[in-house]
C-alpha cells in the first residue's frame, strides 16, 4: 500500500514538476517576445501634405457656345473663361516621398461629347509655360480607375511626385477640336481640376 501511495506522490510531484516548467518556458518566452516589440530604436515618422490652391471662383473651365480650333490657336488661349491657372504646394518633413495625381471630372450638365473636347496642360515659371500634356482630347485620357487613392472615373491630367518642398504652378486651357461638327444647339462642357496625394517613406 505504501509503495503505491509513494508511487502516486512522485507522479503527482512529476506531473507538477513538469507543468510548473512549462507554465515557466511560456512566461519567459511571452516575454521575450514582448520586449522585442517594445525595443528601443528610435522611430522616424516622415509626414508630407499636397494642397492645391487657385484664384477663380471655381476649381476648373466652363465651355458655352464655343467655336471649333485648331491645337495651334488652343495652345495660345489668353480668355481668362478658357484657361484655368493652380498651384500645388507640397510641405515636406523628413524622407517623404509623396505621389500626386491632377485629375478633372466632366460635370453632369455638360453636353459635349468627351470627343469633341480637348485640354492642354502646361508648368508655369513666370511667363514661361512648358508643355506637360500635349493637346489631348478627354476621351483619349486614362481614367483613375486604376490609382487606388484616387476616385474612380475621373480623368488623369498628369502624375507626379514631390521629394522636398516646393510649388509648382500649372495652367490647364481648354477647347472644341476642330474636328467636331458643332450641332445648332448651344453645347457646354464643365471640368473640374481635383488634386489628390498619396504618401510613402
Known amino acids: 500500500m505504501s509503495d503505491n501511495k ?10 507538477t514538476a513538469i507543468i510548473v516548467l512549462i507554465i515557466a518556458v511560456i512566461g519567459v518566452s511571452y516575454a521575450a517576445i514582448f520586449y522585442s516589440k517594445i525595443g528601443d530604436e528610435v522611430n522616424n515618422v516622415s509626414t508630407g501634405t499636397i494642397v492645391m490652391s487657385y484664384t477663380e471662383n471655381t476649381n476648373g473651365i466652363y465651355l458655352t457656345n464655343a467655336s471649333p480650333m485648331t491645337d495651334e490657336v488652343g495652345r495660345t488661349l489668353t480668355d481668362e473663361n478658357l484657361y484655368f491657372d493652380f498651384t500645388v504646394n507640397a510641405t515636406m518633413s523628413g524622407n517623404a516621398n509623396v505621389d500626386y495625381v491632377i485629375s478633372a471630372s466632366k460635370d453632369s450638365y455638360s453636353t459635349l461629347e468627351d470627343s469633341a473636347v480637348k485640354v492642354y496642360l502646361t508648368s508655369l515659371n513666370g511667363t514661361n509655360e512648358t508643355t506637360v500634356l500635349a493637346p489631348t482630347k478627354v476621351s483619349s485620357l486614362r481614367t483613375t480607375n486604376d490609382i487606388f487613392y484616387v476616385p474612380d472615373n475621373q480623368y488623369v491630367i498628369l502624375e507626379s511626385n514631390f521629394i522636398k518642398s516646393e510649388s509648382r504652378n500649372y495652367r490647364l486651357r481648354m477647347w472644341v477640336s476642330d474636328d467636331y461638327v458643332l450641332p445648332s444647339i448651344s453645347q457646354t462642357y464643365m471640368m473640374r481640376v481635383n488634386v489628390y496625394a498619396n504618401m510613402s517613406v
Open 6 to 15: 509513494n508511487d502516486s506522490k512522485s507522479k503527482v510531484l512529476i506531473i
